[in-house]
């Protein structure tokens, strides 16, 4: 089955500066990518999400990029602002497998002010 | 949030003990999904739902079981709870493929 790695495990970045947050799977047949921000006591939430068709999406501050060959996509968020300090989590999915999503193990983002 | 709740939000529960978690979505999504999060695991499947009478294992599903009798309501259950089993569980609903809406989540801690 998929196995999804996710880098690093905590990141910190001052104000303004940006944010990249890294991911890894093993199922070359995983063809949807989403990324979760979930904040304390809340449930995750879906921000943005790429299938394998396309190599890169943005939406304002952020933005995702995909590379297949070497089956990793890693999430930008420039200039950082304190209300983007939550816990971030990748995922993978494929038809393959009944479109069940796999998530990475999550990353704690620190904005200081 | 989007049509979904869970309940209890928290349960303290004994060793033991059964437990029922409830999720509740006014979506109309086919499938439906039970997640626990423990830290430094991230999110893992316990069972899922592709349907009315319709579930499958996840990869940690053993002491736990499953049913949906309505398309809105997906209930978790843990029949013996053990202290392994304190968590955090979140249901999720989708349509068609693509991303996931999730609940609130619902803290157990069996004691």
């Known amino acids: 089955g998929e196995n999804v790695e996710q880098h690093p495990s905590t990141l910190s970045v001052q104000e303004g500066d940006s944010a990249v947050i890294k991911c890894t799977y093993s199922?070359?047949?995983?063809?949807?990518f989403p990324w979760y921000k979930q904040e304390l006591g809340k449930g995750p939430q879906l921000i943005i999400d790429?299938?394998?068709?396309?190599g890169e999406k943005k939406d304002q501050r952020i933005a995702v990029t995909l590379n297949k060959t070497a089956k990793h996509f890693s999430l930008h968020i420039t200039e950082t602002q304190p209300e983007d300090s939550a816990v971030y989590f990748c995922?993978?999915?494929?038809?393959?497998?009944?479109?069940?999503?796999?998530f990475g193990a999550g990353t704690i983002l620190r904005v200081k002010s | 949030d989007a049509g979904i709740t869970q309940s209890p939000r928290h349960k303290v529960t004994e060793t033991g003990t059964p437990v029922t978690l409830r999720c509740h979505q006014t979506?109309?999504?086919?499938?439906m999904y039970w997640y626990r999060q423990d830290p430094g695991h991230g999110l893992r499947l316990i069972h899922y739902?592709?349907?009315?009478?319709?579930?499958d294992k996840g990869e940690v599903s053993d002491g736990y079981s499953v049913s949906r009798s309505k398309t809105e309501d997906f209930l978790l259950t843990l029949e013996s709870a053990t202290s392994s089993q304190t968590s955090v569980y979140f249901c999720?609903?989708?349509?068609?493929?693509?991303?996931?809406?999730f609940g609130s989540g619902t803290r157990l801690t069996v004691v």
């Open positions: 999720a609903i989708s349509g068609q493929a693509g991303g996931y809406t």
């Open positions: 995922a993978a999915s494929s038809e393959e497998y009944g479109n069940k999503l796999v």
């Open positions: 199922d070359s047949a995983s063809n949807y």
């Open positions: 739902s592709y349907g009315v009478k319709d579930t």
């Open positions: 979506e109309n999504h086919r499938y």
């Open positions: 790429i299938r394998s068709n396309v």
